[in-house]
């Protein structure tokens, strides 16, 4: 267990709301991930963080933002949903090591743009 | 670009069997490959994390093999059981992906009575 919760675990919402999933980490870790998880697509990268503050773009980063104000705090926000953002949200920590740490991941999000 | 493929994208094998899983990648400059278990509506399970410079990892009835130079990596389970049902995801993180993980699409295993 790498201590990730992920907050809330279900959501359906309208097109149009904002939305803000939650990461939390308990053990300090500096790497933080969002994914999504796509029928036919896969694990896809959104956003990370190397740090507080420290954030940079994934491959599908479009119409989503992050922030990092704590360690142990990594949000994903969607400013206005849309139904192609309809998915399942990870979100992952990078154990030691600054390029060949494990990573583990959290329970998920399943959020529903309607 | 590195490109991870998963042959097959299902297997169904009676209980007790040893199998084999594939993941192959297109670019050799790996930092590291690790295989993650998934079970339907949860999240991944790290099962075995292999660096570069390393050839296999066991941990219990997994085995996995690096074959860094020619883009393979291969997942063994042995006696294999019903709670071995999952689907199996290989994901690299490449030099050349400015050390992202790149995953596959998974092969999903079913393990019958």
């Known amino acids: 267990d790498a201590g990730i919760t992920q907050s809330p675990r279900h959501k359906v919402t309208e097109t149009g709301t904002p939305v803000t999933l939650r990461c939390h980490q308990t053990e300090n870790h500096r790497y933080m991930y969002w994914y999504r998880q796509d029928p036919g697509h896969g694990l896809r990268l959104i956003h990370y963080s190397y740090g507080v503050k420290d954030t940079d773009k994934g491959e599908v980063s479009d119409g989503y933002s992050v922030s990092r104000s704590k360690t142990e705090d990594f949000l994903l926000t969607l400013e206005s949903a849309t139904s192609s953002q309809t998915s399942v949200y990870f979100c992952?920590?990078?154990?030691?090591?600054?390029?060949?740490?494990?990573?583990?991941f959290g329970e998920g999000s399943r959020l529903t743009v309607l | 670009k590195q490109e991870v493929t998963q042959i097959p994208a299902a297997l169904s094998v009676p209980e007790g069997e040893n199998l084999v899983l594939n993941c192959s990648f297109t670019d050799s400059a790996i930092y590291n490959l690790q295989w993650f278990r998934q079970d339907p509506g949860k999240g991944l399970t790290s099962l075995l994390l292999i660096q570069s410079s390393q050839r296999e990892q066991t941990s219990g009835r997994l085995n996995a093999s690096l074959d860094k130079s020619s883009g393979r990596s291969t997942l063994y389970i042995a006696a294999s059981q019903p709670g071995d049902s999952a689907t199996y995801l290989c994901a690299v993180r490449g030099y050349n992906q400015g050390g992202k993980l790149i995953f596959g699409q998974g092969t999903e295993l079913s393990v019958k009575p």
């Open positions: 992952a920590i990078r154990a030691s090591g600054e390029e060949t740490g494990e990573l583990f």
